[in-house]
């Protein structure tokens, strides 16, 4: 099923358009969807995923992301996005959002892409995780020294590494905070 995305205006101003992922159509001038990525934290350990082989970027390794879909907010978005690729479900008021950016990707298309950070605290068991048939097939939790080199090889993708640069220091203050 074609997957349904809720377009924004340059002010951040629901629209009351939609635009049909992979549809084929030009993205619509001064519009933009919502991208969301969620950094899970348990015990000083960040998880990431490897993506499906049959994906774009397969067989590489992030973390958790997605499309907001029509109807949801970016926060809704994020929830269902990390239970959807990893199995994980979490109350949304556990969700910190920590950076929200407009970026133009894929040619003229505009993003808006909220990050949010999920600090599992450290007396809850480790959660399971499950993957989602056609996107995720392997995980990993790595302490920050270690997701750091792992962020900068080859087997991550590139584009998602600098992201993740750019909200370390956050996310890994929260982390500490939160412990």
Request: aromatic share 10%.
């Amino acid at each position: 099923m074609a997957e349904l995305w809720d377009l924004y205006d340059l002010h951040g101003n629901l629209t009351g358009e939609t635009y049909v992922r992979d549809s084929g159509e030009p993205f619509p001038q001064d519009r933009y969807h919502i991208v969301v990525e969620i950094y899970t934290i348990h015990r000083g350990e960040l998880l990431l995923t490897k993506r499906d082989e049959r994906k774009p970027f397969g067989g590489l390794w992030e973390y958790t992301g997605g499309s907001v879909v029509a109807g949801e907010d970016s926060l809704t978005g994020a929830v269902r996005e990390l239970a959807e690729e990893t199995g994980i479900e979490r109350d949304p008021s556990e969700f910190i959002q920590i950076s929200s950016l407009l970026r133009i990707a894929r040619g003229d298309q505009l993003w808006r892409m909220d990050a949010y950070a999920l600090i599992i605290p450290d007396d809850a068991p480790r959660p399971e995780v499950v993957y989602q048939e056609g996107e995720t097939v392997g995980h990993i939790w790595l302490k920050r020294d270690a997701a750091n080199a792992f962020i900068d090889s080859p087997a991550f993708v590139g584009h998602v590494a600098k992201r993740y640069h750019m909200a370390e220091d956050t996310l890994w203050k929260l982390s500490d905070m939160r412990r």
